[in-house]
């Protein structure tokens, strides 16, 4: 697969544990991060010993946070070169797996569901999303949430990238599949789920000042839905 040789290509780009963590990395951590972390504790008051899947963890440094959570997380990613990055690191406190949602459906039938799933940046990148959540909610333990953050679709429009995205500025070029909180209800709700949390936010302006990009619209959009059924 093409995408999983662009990631693969831009792996050092996404090393979070880097003393100069790439710009847009820094973004997710500075930005999306922090609203992960409050709604996660607000809905989880005793985490210890659940199991927390962070989907498309990339080099896997967001289990770092669902650790220090005591969640008991697991990575999986489809870039190999990105979770021998994860392994390097956090690989004797951490499952960090290569592969997909059919990989967590896997692991979830035989070692039990998950009570919280996360995923930063990486649904936009699914072309056939709706067998891909439906093997996601079926990895999901009834009263679980999922919480996911892509690019705003209007910030996307506003930059012309509505069918293709420049990696990290590095000439990697993959398809994204853009959709609006609206059409991600639409799937999830007939799976059983309940949106809890509509978010759009904008980067921190030491993190603006690095963007090629002048938009209005706030760059990310942040959705959470409870599995009610």
């Not at 008991?72 to 949602?101: C, E, F, Q, T, W």
């Not at 590095?170 to 799937?187: F, H, L, M, P, R």
Request: aromatic share 10%; net charge positive; with cysteine.
């Amino acid at each position: 697969m093409v995408s999983i040789k662009v990631w693969d290509n831009v792996s050092d780009k996404f090393d979070t544990y880097k003393k100069d963590v790439w710009y847009g990395a820094a973004d997710n951590i500075y930005t999306v991060w922090p609203v992960f972390l409050k709604y996660i504790k607000k809905h989880y008051k005793h985490p210890k010993n659940l199991k927390a899947l962070d989907f498309g963890c990339g080099t896997g440094m967001f289990c770092r946070e669902l650790l220090s959570l005591k969640f008991n997380p697991v990575g999986i990613d489809v870039s190999p070169k990105m979770i021998k990055i994860a392994k390097k690191h956090l690989g004797k406190k951490v499952k960090y797996l290569v592969g997909d949602s059919k990989t967590a459906l896997k692991l979830a039938k035989k070692e039990g569901k998950f009570n919280l799933i996360t995923s930063i940046m990486v649904l936009q990148f699914i072309k056939n999303i709706k067998p891909a959540l439906k093997q996601l909610a079926g990895s999901l333990e009834k009263g679980g949430h999922i919480i996911f953050v892509n690019h705003n679709p209007k910030n996307l429009s506003e930059r012309k990238a509505r069918l293709k995205f420049n990696v990290a500025q590095t000439g990697n070029i993959v398809k994204i599949y853009s959709k609006s909180a609206q059409e991600y209800s639409k799937i999830l709700k007939p799976l059983g789920f309940v949106k809890t949390m509509e978010k759009y936010l904008h980067s921190p302006d030491f993190i603006k000042k690095h963007h090629i990009e002048k938009t209005k619209s706030p760059k990310y959009m942040l959705l959470a839905f409870k599995k009610a059924l």
